[in-house]
């Protein structure tokens, strides 16, 4: 079987809208990364994953140390990516794990091995969702991301125009509501919450149910609310969401609300790791959890975590961040495998407007994306937007997510302090 011969890892940067969340605002520039695990005959397997500074040169020191290592061999791989963290990561005084080894092990491993089913599937000229068990559905749902946010970044002008204006009102977000599902025939909404004082959170969530009657709704405060203000909005959210994100942090304020509700309470903040599942199983702390193969640690990971919901009747869905096509497909090849996918997958890519793969910008066909009958997940770079995007991420001066200096240029009192309400 071919062996992995080296690992490219190329660190880029798109546009990115003005978008409000809880932890602030989004800069102009989303950093991403592009991996690409070249096999010994030839075969490129590709991933993509965060682009901030640590992960690309844990990401390339762990790539440098897979040469060799057949590629379907995934133990190994993930034994080498282990031991690679183990020596990079500074020795504690204390005796407690090593940072990078914790944090870090699930993200980098997770990136490379998406890159390796990726090339694997090109060996034996399978589409990857055959590889993770086969193919439950073909056209895997997504819902309409709605975000608050501003007309345009402050102080930052390429000539890039963004064409969704602000939206600070209920109305507006009715209006961005529209506009997307008519773009793009989404099914579902979700509001990113969080920014404003909840009662206008609230009154967008109603006027949004009102709009679409007939669409799943759910918000996400990302823990911005406490416990006690939860409990207060409750009466106005049960008849209205099909579930409530992370409305407030641990899983033990989680527990606090949703042993007081019918509605399903979702999370991709409070347990975001098979070791937080044991608290969360016993506490009854959520209905639902957003998986995100980019930190459970890869496709497998997620695949196990899908079992572990499944016999526990908690809800699956998949919870997404600023990101291009190859982690889109990525996650609809996933999502194409996992029996009890029981929502609608989260996605920013509609907020998108450049990718480096051929053929362009994904298209969504009434909310969904098609995974292809394909060797691995049907992809092929496109070189020059790989280089053009690289570029932006030279020139762009960003190596990590900064969410609450860019808020702080609109306004300067901005504390990102959670739960705020």
Not at 121 to 141: F, M, N, S, T
Not at 211 to 240: C, S, Y
Not at 382 to 404: F, P, S, T, Y
Request: aromatic content about 8%.
């Amino acid at each position: 079987m071919p062996r992995i011969k080296n690992v490219i890892v190329t660190p880029l940067a798109f546009r990115d809208p003005p978008l409000l969340n809880a932890g602030g605002l989004h800069e102009p520039w989303a950093l991403r990364s592009v991996i690409e695990m070249v096999l010994d005959d030839g075969t490129i397997g590709l991933s993509e994953t965060y682009g901030d500074d640590p992960t690309v040169n844990l990401l390339t020191e762990c790539g440098h140390a897979l040469a060799g290592i057949d590629v379907f061999d995934i133990n190994a791989m993930q034994a080498r990516v282990r031991e690679t963290l183990a020596r990079l990561s500074p020795p504690t005084t204390d005796g407690s794990p090593r940072t990078a080894l914790v944090t870090m092990l699930p993200r980098v491993f997770g990136a490379l091995e998406v890159a390796a089913f990726d090339a694997m599937g090109h060996v034996v000229k399978r589409p990857v969702y055959d590889l993770l068990g086969g193919a439950c559905r073909r056209d895997v749902p997504f819902s309409a991301y709605l975000f608050y946010k501003f007309a345009g970044h402050k102080d930052f002008d390429d000539g890039w125009n963004d064409p969704w204006g602000n939206v600070q009102t209920p109305e507006e977000m009715v209006r961005e509501a529209r506009e997307m599902t008519d773009r793009y025939g989404f099914g579902s909404l979700k509001l990113k919450a969080g920014v404003f004082d909840p009662a206008l959170e609230v009154e967008t969530s109603k006027a949004l149910h009102a709009a679409f009657p007939h669409m799943p709704l759910r918000i996400d405060p990302n823990a911005a609310w406490t416990v006690e203000t939860t409990l207060k909005l409750l009466p106005q959210l049960e008849g209205i969401l099909e579930y409530l994100e992370d409305p407030t942090p641990t899983i033990s304020g989680m527990a606090a609300v949703q042993n007081k509700t019918k509605l399903p309470l979702a999370t991709n903040m409070c347990t975001v790791a098979f070791e937080h599942m044991p608290e969360t199983i016993a506490k009854g702390a959520v209905k639902v959890i957003l998986a995100d193969h980019h930190f459970w640690g890869g496709l497998r990971a997620t695949v196990e975590l899908a079992a572990m919901c499944r016999t526990w009747d908690i809800g699956l869905s998949m919870h997404s961040n600023s990101h291009l096509g190859i982690s889109l497909t990525a996650m609809a090849h996933l999502a194409a495998a996992t029996p009890n996918l029981s929502y609608a997958c989260d996605t920013h890519y509609p907020w998108a407007n450049d990718d480096v793969i051929e053929g362009g910008l994904i298209q969504f066909h009434n909310g969904c994306v098609r995974v292809e009958d394909k060797p691995g997940f049907g992809l092929t770079l496109d070189r020059a937007a790989l280089a053009r995007m690289h570029e932006n991420w030279k020139r762009c001066g960003l190596r990590k997510r900064d969410d609450i200096t860019e808020m702080r240029k609109y306004w300067p009192d901005w504390n990102p302090k959670r739960p705020r309400w």
